[in-house]
Each structure stands twice: as C-alpha cells, then as structure tokens.
C-alpha cells in the first residue's frame, strides 16, 4: 500500500485532537487519518498531550519534562499497521469507517448530480460550509475557479495533479482565498471528499451557473 505524500499540517491536526475544528473539517481529517498511519499517530500523540495538559492541571506535582517527551514522540517512525487492524479501518463501502458511518449506501449507490464529467454528492453541512464527494471522470478537469474560503480535498479513489502538483490516494490538498485553479483528474478518473468553510468563486457565469447546479 502507498501511504500518502501530501497530509494536514500540524495546527490542522492539532485543532482536530482537540475538538476545534468544524464538523466538516473534522470528518475530512478523520477520513485521512484512517488512510494515514503518520497522521494518525501524530494525532494520537496530539491527544496525549491535551490530556497530559488537563491532568497536570489536577496534579501540578506532574514531570516537568512530560510535554518534551511527548512532543518528542510525534516524528516517531508509525508502528506498522496489522492486517486486521487494517480491515478495521475500512468498510464494506469501499470507503474509510469515517466516511462511511456518514454515508447511507456504497459509493457506486449513491445519487450523485452530474454534469460533463463531473458528478456530485452533498453531505449535510451547515451554512457557510460544503461537505461532498466528487467523482470526476479520467482526464477531467473542473471548472477554473477560487474560494471564498479554505477548501479540504482528501483523495478516497484514483487521483489528480494541480499544477506542478500530484495527488493520490489518501493524500491531501489544501487551498485558501487567494488560490485559483482546475485540477485534473489522472486517467483511471477520481473520488475526492471534499468539504470547504465557504462557495466555490467560479471564473465565468456559465461556471457559475454548474456551481448553483451542483449547490457548492
């Protein structure tokens, strides 16, 4: 198995650890990490050291040097995960268990919107945020477009380059407000989650109008 090369950056990860990260935000880290044994092992060790924190708040009398040893631990080699932890991990539904425990059917099930080559599920999310799946076909690209917020795509099948930049599964990609691009999908096409704290900014009004199309 490849693991993945792009991931959440540590102040990502650290929200998630700590609950303060919005809902979307959180399921789309959740689903890294059960691709992810880095990730997920720095998140493990994130945890920690809150819950190292609040007990040093009841015990003031704790090691001084507990937050260093712990700290030290988050660039550790990740323990290889077992076969059957593994298969834990993911699901019938072909997706990671976080993933799927918001999903009410497979992939392959699902009533995706579609619109030349590009097909969309919404996940609830409250206003201003989107959660979807994006399935794009092989050799695709979406629409030129910005955000008006920060936008999380995390790949679940297949993959995509963005610029100079490519994406696989279980990687991550992250953009702001200041970025605008077309990603496009590899030949064998694409699954992405993919969820944002604000719309899409589409470049064009008949980009504007599949943006309203899909709801993003």
């Known amino acids: 198995m490849t693991l993945p090369k792009h991931h959440p950056d540590e102040a990502l990860l650290l929200d998630y650890a700590s609950g303060a990260i919005p809902e979307a935000f959180s399921l789309a880290v959740a689903t890294h990490l059960a691709l992810c044994p880095q990730c997920r092992r720095r998140a493990e060790n994130l945890e920690a050291i809150g819950g190292a924190s609040l007990a040093e708040i009841a015990m003031p009398a704790m090691s001084e040097d507990l937050l260093t040893r712990v700290m030290a631990r988050l660039d550790e080699t990740p323990t290889p995960t077992s076969a ?33 080559g590009v097909e969309i599920f919404l996940l609830g999310a409250p206003d201003p945020f989107r ?24 790949v679940l099948r297949g ?58």
Request: hydrophobic share 40%; glycine share 14%.
């Open 84 to 116: 059957n932890e593994a298969s834990q991990r993911k699901s019938d539904f072909g997706v990671p268990r976080p993933l799927r425990d918001t999903l009410s059917r497979p992939l392959e099930e699902l009533p995706f919107k579609r619109l030349a």
């Open 131 to 154: 959660a979807y799946v994006l399935r794009v076909a092989g050799g695709s690209a979406l629409p030129r477009h910005g955000h008006s917020g920060d936008e999380m795509t995390l």
């Open 159 to 216: 993959g995509f380059s963005d610029g100079d930049l490519k994406f696989g599964v279980g990687d991550v990609a992250i953009v702001g407000e200041a970025d605008n691009h077309a990603p496009r999908a590899d030949p064998e096409g694409c699954v992405c989650l993919v969820v944002s704290s604000g719309a899409l900014r589409m470049n064009g009004p008949i980009s504007g109008l599949v943006a309203r199309w899909f709801g993003v």
